[in-house]
C-alpha cells in the first residue's frame, strides 16, 4: 500500500512540474518596477503603460469602510466581464501603492478573497485588464490601526 501512495504521490509531484513548465515564464513573472514604484500613478504606468482607464461599478468590490486593523484589510473582487487578464489592487497612500496583482488565464473564473495591509486612512483601487481596455473601481477605507509599521 505505502508503494502505492508512494506512486500516486511522484504522479502527482510530475504533473504540477508539468504543469508550470508549461506556463509562459512571462506569466510567473514579478513586475518589480510596478510593485516599487512610490505613486499610484508610477505603479499603473509601470504596469499598463498608456492603456485607457474607464471608472466603473460594474464588478463585484468588497472592502471595508472601517477597518479596525489595517495589516489585515479584507478584499473580494468578482467579475463576469470577458477576457480579463489580470486584476490589480493599489492602496494610495502606502509607501508602496501597488499591493497585490492577480493574473488570469482565458476562461478563469474571476473572482478572488485576499488581505491586504494598510497604514493609513486611504483610497483603495481595483484596476481590471481585458485585452483591449482598463477598468477602475475606488473605494475609501478608513483604518482605526496601522497596519504597515504602526
Same mark, same amino acid.
Given at each position: 500500500?505505502?508503494?502505492?501512495?508512494t506512486?500516486?504521490?511522484?504522479?502527482?509531484?510530475?504533473v504540477?512540474?508539468?504543469?508550470?513548465?508549461?506556463?509562459?515564464l512571462?506569466?510567473?513573472?514579478r513586475?518589480?518596477? &510596478?510593485f516599487?514604484?512610490? $505613486? *499610484?500613478?508610477?505603479?499603473?504606468?509601470?504596469?499598463?503603460?498608456? @492603456?485607457?482607464? /474607464?471608472?466603473? =461599478?460594474?464588478?463585484?468590490?468588497?472592502v471595508?469602510?472601517?477597518?479596525?486593523?489595517?495589516s489585515?484589510?479584507?478584499?473580494?473582487?468578482?467579475t463576469d466581464?470577458?477576457?480579463?487578464k489580470?486584476?490589480s489592487?493599489?492602496?494610495?497612500?502606502?509607501?508602496n501603492?501597488?499591493? &497585490?496583482?492577480?493574473?488570469? $488565464? *482565458?476562461?478563469?473564473?474571476?473572482?478572488f478573497?485576499?488581505?491586504? @495591509?494598510?497604514g /493609513?486612512?486611504? =483610497?483603495?483601487?481595483?484596476?481590471i485588464?481585458?485585452?483591449?481596455?482598463l477598468?477602475?473601481s475606488?473605494k475609501?477605507?478608513?483604518?482605526t490601526?496601522?497596519?504597515c509599521?504602526?
Amino acid at each position: 500500500m505505502t508503494g502505492l501512495l508512494t506512486r500516486r504521490r511522484f504522479a502527482q509531484a510530475m504533473v504540477a512540474l508539468a504543469a508550470i513548465g508549461s506556463t509562459p515564464l512571462r506569466a510567473l513573472a514579478r513586475n518589480k518596477e &510596478a510593485f516599487e514604484a512610490k $505613486m *499610484p500613478d508610477e505603479a499603473l504606468k509601470a504596469l499598463f503603460g498608456d @492603456k485607457p482607464m /474607464e471608472a466603473t =461599478d460594474a464588478f463585484e468590490f468588497k472592502v471595508p469602510e472601517i477597518a479596525e486593523d489595517g495589516s489585515i484589510v479584507p478584499v473580494t473582487i468578482s467579475t463576469d466581464m470577458p477576457g480579463v487578464k489580470s486584476i490589480s489592487l493599489l492602496v494610495d497612500a502606502n509607501p508602496n501603492p501597488l499591493s &497585490a496583482r492577480f493574473n488570469f $488565464m *482565458p476562461g478563469a473564473v474571476t473572482e478572488f478573497k485576499t488581505r491586504i @495591509k494598510m497604514g /493609513e486612512s486611504s =483610497d483603495v483601487r481595483a484596476v481590471i485588464e481585458t485585452d483591449d481596455k482598463l477598468y477602475v473601481s475606488t473605494k475609501n477605507v478608513k483604518v482605526t490601526l496601522g497596519g504597515c509599521g504602526g
